[in-house]
């Protein structure tokens, strides 16, 4: 197995181990479906898994990957950031299953897009993207309406109300596609370093 595979096969089996500890953990039932994190992870696990054995394309990947950065980044620069106005403590935040949701997949997805991937993904993409999250958003929403519970705070509209959540979901909208475009420029950087020729050093 090439180290692609192989990395990409790890990535899958810690993003699914995640999602299998949470439940073991929390004896939650199918209810923690709802969260993104979960979700994004679930995505992994299978496009990840997917391409462990050479199948599924680059967008799909460079879209798994941005659904796990998203996750990454929230929770560890919103949720459980004491300076964020989202802060949230995690009584679960030394936890197995924490560690491999929000840290560990989220990198490992990282490394493969920028030190393994070889193949080319358009900006416009970034937009392309942005259809799960913002259809979760609309799942999420309609959800707590019918069942007055949100699974974030900053889409809280019990909180906050509408006119804020409306601000909120546009900030990390603009947020999200700004960090779509940042790893496929990222991604371009790393494979055109990885296709430059290497000169060797004048011997006089």
């Known amino acids: 197995m090439s180290i692609a595979r192989a990395l990409r096969a790890l990535t899958a089996v810690c993003a699914l181990a995640g999602v299998v500890l949470l439940l073991v953990d929390t004896g939650g039932g199918p209810g923690v479906v709802v969260y993104f994190t979960v979700q994004s992870n679930l995505i992994v696990a299978a496009v990840f898994g997917c391409a462990a054995f050479g199948r599924g394309g680059v967008r799909l990947?460079?879209?798994?990957?941005l659904y796990i950065a998203i996750t990454g980044t929230v929770y560890h620069l919103v949720l459980t950031n004491p300076a964020s106005p989202f802060f949230t403590a995690d009584p679960g935040a030394d936890t197995m299953h924490n560690l491999l949701l929000h840290t560990v997949t989220p990198l490992l997805a990282a490394i493969d897009w920028l030190l393994v991937n070889r193949e080319?993904?358009?900006?416009?993409?970034?937009g392309a993207w942005l259809t799960y999250p913002l259809a979760y958003l609309a799942f999420a929403l309609v959800r707590g309406a019918l069942t007055g519970r949100y699974p974030y705070p900053f889409i809280d509209v019990g909180a906050l109300g509408y006119g804020a959540v409306a601000v909120n979901a546009a900030v990390f909208s603009v947020l999200f596609f700004l960090l779509g475009l940042l790893l496929i420029g990222l991604g371009e950087l790393a494979r055109r370093v990885r296709r430059?020729?290497?000169?060797?050093?004048d011997a006089g």
Request: charged share 15%; proline share 11%.
């Open 61 to 65: 990947r460079g879209a798994a990957t």
């Open 120 to 126: 080319r993904v358009r900006w416009w993409h970034a």
């Open 196 to 201: 430059a020729p290497v000169t060797a050093p």
